[in-house]
């Protein structure tokens, strides 16, 4: 048993939670930050991978504000 985003699961995991008797989870925030200054090629690409992954893209232009998930 872990904790994992529903698009981690893949199609041999099932959610569980109340019904097993397991408490709901609370609401993360979560901060991606990107320097201003230089950075690598792959320092750049991890970043806009992970906020295409995670659907931060929109979000992102408000740069700084943090994002609620679950």
């Known amino acids: ?3 994992l985003g529903r698009s981690a699961l893949v199609p041999a995991m ?3 939670g109340p019904n097993e ?3 709901p989870l609370p609401k993360i925030e ?5 320097s201003s200054g ?3 090629k792959a320092a750049t690409a ?3 991978y992970l906020a295409h992954y995670l659907r931060l893209d929109e ?12």
């Open 30 to 34: 979560l901060l991606l930050y990107k």
């Open 46 to 48: 991890l970043h806009d």
């Open 59 to 70: 979000e992102l232009s408000g740069r700084g504000a943090p994002i609620e998930l679950g």
């Open 1 to 3: 048993v872990t904790v």
């Open 14 to 16: 099932r959610e569980i």
């Open 38 to 40: 230089a950075t690598s």
């Open 21 to 23: 008797g397991l408490p």
